[in-house]
C-alpha cells in the first residue's frame, strides 16, 4: 500500500508543509538524505501549549508529538517536489518534551510520533531515537520534533 493510501486510510492528509519562524531553512537535502528543522506542535487550531506534568498529560502531550510528525512528513513531501512516495525510511527523530523538572515520561509522549510514524509509513518509518526535556520550547508549544529521512 503506498504512503498516500495509508495516510488517507488513518484520515491523514498532509498539509501544507509550515513556514519556518525564524531565518532558517525548513529543510537541507543533501544527496538522498532530508534534515528536517524542528517542527513544533500545531494543528487546525493553531499552536499546542503546554508543559508536561503540570497543565499537560501524556496522551495530550502524544497526541502533540503525533502533529509534529505529520508536519515532519509534509516537509518531506516538500523536499521531495511533492511526491511523499519518494520517501525511503525514517531514520532518526531528536524530540524535545516542554516538562517539569520532576516529569520523566519524555520517551511516552513522543511516542506520539514514533507510533504514528510505524502506523503511516510501516517498516519505513522505524528509526532511532531521542527524546529529552525542555524547560521551555518556541512559544510555550508543548513538543518541538526535528528528523533525518532517507529519499530518493
Known sequence: MS??????????SL??????????????RIGNTV?????ISSDSDGMII???????????GAAAARCCAISLLAQVQAACDGDIERLVRV?????FVNSTADFVDQPKVINGAS??????????????RSAVSAASLPFGVAVEIEGIFEVQ
Open 91 to 95: 531514520v532518526k527523530l531528536t524530540g
Open 3 to 12: 504512503f498516500t493510501s495509508r495516510l488517507a486510510h488513518l484520515g491523514v
Open 115 to 128: 507510533d504514528f510514524l510505524v502506523e503511516a509509513l510501516g517498516d519505513a518509518g522505524r528509526h532511532s
Open 35 to 39: 534534515y528536517v528543522s524542528g517542527q
Open 50 to 60: 503546554g508543559k508536561l506534568g503540570e497543565t499537560m498529560d501524556i496522551d495530550a
Open 15 to 28: 498539509p501544507d508543509a509550515p513556514a519556518p519562524a525564524a531565518n532558517y531553512v525548513p529543510y537541507v
